[in-house]
């Protein structure tokens, strides 16, 4: 069974991207550097996209309230 490819950025040389994990804890070396990555979070990933889309979505709410 294939292992599903995990987003990752290295701390130590800001590489950024996807690999396939090595071990059970979702562990990957980072092909740069060689430091071990841990995968980023959900949030991590999407976090600041979703907050930045929530907060349009309400100033646009808002304005339209105003409107009425």
């Known amino acids: 069974m294939r292992v599903p490819l995990r987003s990752y950025r290295c701390g ?3 590489w950024q991207g ?3 994990p090595e071990d059970a804890g979702d562990a990957a ?3 740069r ?3 071990y990555l841990y995968p980023l ?3 991590q990933t999407w976090g600041l996209a979703l907050l930045l889309v929530g907060l349009s979505l ?3 709410f808002a304005a ?3 409107v009425r």
Request: hydrophobic share 40%; with cysteine; charged share 20%.
């Open 64 to 66: 339209v309230r105003l």
């Open 12 to 14: 130590v040389c800001r």
């Open 18 to 20: 996807r690999l396939e």
């Open 29 to 31: 070396p980072c092909p």
């Open 41 to 43: 979070t959900w949030a």
């Open 58 to 60: 309400g100033g646009v």
């Open 33 to 35: 550097c060689g430091v």
